[in-house]
């Protein structure tokens, strides 16, 4: 599920272009007209980088001009698409997805929203005009369960997941550059790049554990095996905003692993609760939202020392999966998977607004 109107690279997902500029450089003050003797004191560390900086409330690129504000939710079960208008709540259009639409995700230059549908073996990209709200002519695409733009630009990544493939294609005409088969990477499925876009860190659902790709060279570089639990299922994959570290979700551990912001080791192991699906950031990119699946709640972690600070349940129980976060960032939207509903949280409180009714099988 994914807002239109959201800032460039929050749309996006392309952390490389969030690098914030570091600030001017840091010089020792004296009242002496000579230089201060050498010192074997190292000079202060530059203030932290924030990979989100320029995704604050109100930074809408000029591309969004003209975008009407409205929430896309694909319906896997359906084939369908929901159309929700988040001043009411309420489901205003409801249109074909293709054969189980997963995802809704923006182009590179944010002109066109596209409806993975990845029904093998064929599949589809299904634009949205994002100024009209409706859908174009289906393209013919393999198994997109996924769909990402690498941090140039210059390809479009599908994340072909029955074939264990990552097929590389021109974003404007979508004919196929190369395919990258990762073979041990059963249910490959969700990445994030690192701040500087030369590597990504891509999730394998059905193999416990992760792989690392070399963005420029197209090439798996690295495997790690997740040993939390036996049966470890990863999901979502998104670097923090310190550019340090990779947060991972895996709902059968029940919690977020951390690595690197290079993805060369992990870190440590956050428990957030049953199911941790989706990750999600903060406008101030202060907290992490984590929708844990299995027992229907939200666990809000600091992002400065990756550690839980509250807990949002959904009253009577739900399956919150993946979403986002508004452009003002006062809500957090996400997919109900197995309750056919939206839920809409103020980010502000943790108070639930609104239980969406929509299609079946709802998800990103």
Known sequence: MHRSGLPLA????????????????????????????????????????DVYAHTRAGMLSPAMEGVRNLVYVPNSQDDTVSVIDPNTFEVIDTFPGGDEPQHVVPSYDLKTLYVTADMVPAGTLTPIDPKTGKPGEPIQVQDPYNLYFTPDGSSAIVVAEAYKRLDFYDPRTWEQQQSLSIP????????????????????????????????????????????QVPNGMPQDSRLAPDGETFYVADMHANGIYLFDGQATHQKGFVPTGEGAHGIYFSRDSQRAFIANRGEGSVTVLDTATHQPIDKWHIPGGGSPDMGAVSADGTQLWLAGRYDSEVYVFDTRTGELLARIPVGNGPTD
């Open 184 to 227: 041990e990477c059963a249910g490959i499925n969700h990445m994030d790049f690192s701040a500087d876009g030369k590597i990504a860190l891509v999730t394998c659902e059905f193999a416990n554990r992760m792989i690392v790709l070399d963005v420029e060279a197209r090439e798996h570089v690295r495997t790690f095996d997740l040993h």
């Open 10 to 49: 929050a749309l996006l997902g392309v952390t490389s272009l969030l690098l914030a500029a570091c600030g001017a450089e840091l010089t020792a003050d004296s009242d002496q007209a000579a230089p201060p003797p050498v010192s074997d004191t190292p000079p202060p560390p530059p203030a932290q980088t």
